[in-house]
C-alpha cells in the first residue's frame, strides 16, 4: 500500500513522535494534517474505549480564535444557535451554515473571557470564513489560528486517568466545561469532552514544542488502568449516533436533516448567517432525514465513509453514508440520509458496487 507522508501542506501534529513510538500503523489526511487512524488492532482499540482508557492525538481539531470588542457578536453571526447565555468556562456544540442554510462545520465554542473565543475543529475553511464576516460587516477582531493541539482521553476510566494526572477537581467538570491548568509548566486547558459516547476529557496543550512530554506523561500516568493509544472510533461513533460533518453530510445537507434540529435557534437576528434560509427550509418542510439501517448480512465488509445508494421498491430513496461491522449488534450498522417520506423499519436495499444488500431501517443511536 503506498504510503502518506508529511509534507508543507501536510503538518504534523506535537504528539507526530509520540504516535509513531505508540506503533501507528495508518494516517490519514484531516484539516491539512496527518491524523493516526490506526494502531493495528482494530479489536483492541475498540475494547480500550469501551472498558478502559484509550489516548488520541486530535490535534488536527484546530483552534479559530476570535478577539476583540466584537468577537461575541461575530461568534453568534456563525452559529445559528443561541449564544446569549454562554458562560466564560463553558463550550457549546453549534452547528454553522451558510447563507443557503447548508452546515458547514459543527465545532464546539470555547468563551475564555467576554471577549475571546475558540472555535474547535476550526478548519482553514473556517478561519477564512469567519475573517470574510469579520471584514464584510466592519467589525473589530483579531482572528487567528493559535498553537493549540488537543489530546483526548476517552473511556469509561478516563476520568480516573486525568484525576491522577491532575487532581479531583477535574471530576466535578460537567460537559463541555473548560479550565485551565498546568503540568510541569506545560500550558493546558482540560475540558469535559470529545468524539465519544464513552466519557473522556481533551487536553489542549498549548506549546507545540512539548507535545511527547505530555504524552509520555498521560501514558505512564494511564498504566494502571491499561491505558493505549486510539483514535476517534469509526465503530463507536456509528453505534453511537455521533455525526461526522463532510461524512454524513454533503453539499446540500442542512442541520434538521441530520438531527441537529435541537440547536437550531429560529427566533436569532436575521443578520445571523443562514438563518433566514433555515426559517424557509423549515416552512417549506424537510426533504430528507438521517435514520439507522442494519443490514441483512454476515459479511464484514469495508465500510466506515462509503455512499452507497439506497433503495426502495426499486427506487432510489438515498445514501447509506457510513457504514461499520458492529461488536454488539454483531452485524453491519450505519447511517441513512433518505428521503423523509422514508419510515422506520422499512426494507431497502443497499447497492454496494455488483452486490445488493437487504437492509431495514432504524431510529438512531444504535445504543
Same mark, same amino acid.
Given at each position: 500500500?503506498?504510503?502518506?507522508?508529511?509534507?508543507?501542506?501536510?503538518?504534523?501534529?506535537?504528539?507526530?513522535?509520540?504516535?509513531?513510538?505508540?506503533?501507528?500503523?495508518?494516517?490519514?489526511?484531516? @484539516?491539512?494534517?496527518?491524523?493516526?487512524?490506526?494502531?493495528?488492532?482494530?479489536?483492541?482499540?475498540?475494547?480500550?474505549?469501551?472498558?478502559?482508557?484509550?489516548?488520541?492525538?486530535?490535534?488536527?481539531?484546530?483552534?479559530?480564535?476570535?478577539?476583540?470588542?466584537?468577537?461575541?457578536?461575530?461568534?453568534?453571526?456563525?452559529?445559528?444557535?443561541?449564544?446569549?447565555? /454562554?458562560?466564560?468556562?463553558?463550550?457549546?456544540?453549534?452547528?454553522?451554515?451558510?447563507?443557503?442554510?447548508?452546515?458547514?462545520?459543527?465545532?464546539?465554542?470555547?468563551?475564555?473571557?467576554?471577549?475571546?473565543?475558540?472555535?474547535?475543529?476550526?478548519?482553514? @475553511?473556517?478561519?477564512?470564513?469567519?475573517?470574510?464576516?469579520?471584514?464584510?460587516?466592519?467589525?473589530?477582531?483579531?482572528?487567528?489560528?493559535?498553537?493549540?493541539?488537543?489530546?483526548?482521553?476517552?473511556?469509561?476510566?478516563?476520568?480516573?486517568?486525568?484525576?491522577?494526572?491532575?487532581?479531583?477537581?477535574?471530576?466535578?467538570?460537567?460537559?463541555?466545561?473548560?479550565?485551565?491548568?498546568?503540568?510541569?509548566?506545560?500550558?493546558? /486547558? /482540560?475540558?469535559?469532552?470529545?468524539?465519544?459516547?464513552?466519557?473522556?476529557?481533551?487536553?489542549?496543550?498549548?506549546?507545540?514544542?512539548?507535545?511527547?512530554?505530555?504524552?509520555?506523561?498521560?501514558?505512564?500516568?494511564?498504566?494502571?488502568?491499561?491505558?493505549?493509544?486510539?483514535?476517534? @472510533?469509526?465503530?463507536?461513533?456509528?453505534?453511537?449516533?455521533?455525526?461526522?460533518?463532510?461524512?454524513?453530510?454533503?453539499? #446540500?445537507? @442542512?442541520?434538521?436533516?441530520?438531527?441537529?434540529?435541537?440547536?437550531?435557534?429560529?427566533?436569532?437576528?436575521?443578520?445571523?448567517?443562514?438563518?433566514?434560509?433555515?426559517?424557509?427550509?423549515?416552512?417549506?418542510?424537510?426533504?430528507?432525514?438521517?435514520?439507522?439501517?442494519?443490514?441483512?448480512?454476515?459479511?464484514?465488509?469495508?465500510?466506515?465513509?462509503?455512499?452507497?445508494?439506497?433503495?426502495?421498491?426499486?427506487?432510489?430513496?438515498?445514501?447509506?453514508?457510513?457504514?461499520?461491522?458492529?461488536?454488539?449488534?454483531?452485524?453491519?450498522?450505519?447511517?441513512?440520509?433518505?428521503?423523509?417520506?422514508?419510515?422506520?423499519?422499512?426494507?431497502?436495499?443497499?447497492?454496494?458496487?455488483?452486490?445488493?444488500? #437487504?437492509?431495514?431501517?432504524?431510529?438512531?443511536?444504535?445504543?
Amino acid at each position: 500500500m503506498a504510503e502518506i507522508g508529511p509534507n508543507t501542506r501536510l503538518r504534523v501534529s506535537p504528539f507526530y513522535e509520540a504516535t509513531i513510538q505508540a506503533g501507528v500503523t495508518a494516517f490519514s489526511p484531516y @484539516n491539512s494534517m496527518l491524523m493516526p487512524v490506526s494502531y493495528g488492532d482494530p479489536d483492541a482499540e475498540y475494547d480500550r474505549l469501551m472498558n478502559g482508557v484509550s489516548q488520541w492525538d486530535v490535534s488536527v481539531e484546530r483552534q479559530v480564535e476570535i478577539k476583540g470588542p466584537d468577537a461575541a457578536h461575530l461568534v453568534q453571526l456563525m452559529s445559528v444557535r443561541d449564544l446569549s447565555n /454562554i458562560e466564560v468556562g463553558k463550550g457549546k456544540y453549534i452547528p454553522m451554515c451558510d447563507h443557503r442554510g447548508v452546515l458547514i462545520n459543527d465545532p464546539v465554542v470555547l468563551k475564555h473571557e467576554d471577549g475571546r473565543f475558540w472555535l474547535s475543529i476550526g478548519d482553514n @475553511n473556517i478561519l477564512m470564513w469567519a475573517r470574510a464576516i469579520a471584514a464584510e460587516r466592519g467589525l473589530k477582531v483579531e482572528i487567528c489560528e493559535p498553537d493549540v493541539s488537543p489530546m483526548a482521553v476517552q473511556g469509561p476510566k478516563a476520568e480516573d486517568v486525568v484525576a491522577a494526572v491532575f487532581g479531583d477537581w477535574v471530576r466535578a467538570l460537567k460537559y463541555f466545561w473548560f479550565a485551565p491548568a498546568e503540568l510541569n509548566g506545560i500550558p493546558l /486547558i /482540560i475540558q469535559r469532552s470529545g468524539y465519544s459516547k464513552q466519557g473522556g476529557f481533551e487536553i489542549y496543550l498549548r506549546d507545540g514544542a512539548r507535545g511527547t512530554e505530555l504524552w509520555d506523561i498521560i501514558k505512564e500516568a494511564g498504566q494502571p488502568w491499561g491505558i493505549g493509544p486510539g483514535n476517534p @472510533n469509526p465503530i463507536e461513533r456509528i453505534e453511537s449516533g455521533l455525526l461526522s460533518y463532510g461524512g454524513d453530510t454533503d453539499d #446540500q445537507t @442542512n442541520p434538521f436533516e441530520v438531527r441537529l434540529g435541537k440547536y437550531v435557534d429560529l427566533d436569532l437576528d436575521d443578520d445571523v448567517v443562514g438563518i433566514k434560509a433555515l426559517r424557509r427550509i423549515k416552512a417549506e418542510g424537510i426533504k430528507r432525514q438521517q435514520l439507522g439501517i442494519v443490514l441483512d448480512t454476515s459479511e464484514r465488509h469495508p465500510g466506515h465513509a462509503i455512499w452507497y445508494d439506497l433503495l426502495k421498491d426499486g427506487e432510489r430513496v438515498g445514501h447509506m453514508t457510513c457504514g461499520a461491522w458492529s461488536r454488539r449488534a454483531q452485524t453491519m450498522i450505519g447511517f441513512a440520509l433518505v428521503d423523509s417520506e422514508c419510515r422506520v423499519g422499512d426494507a431497502v436495499s443497499v447497492r454496494r458496487g455488483g452486490y445488493m444488500d #437487504q437492509a431495514s431501517l432504524c431510529e438512531l443511536p444504535f445504543f
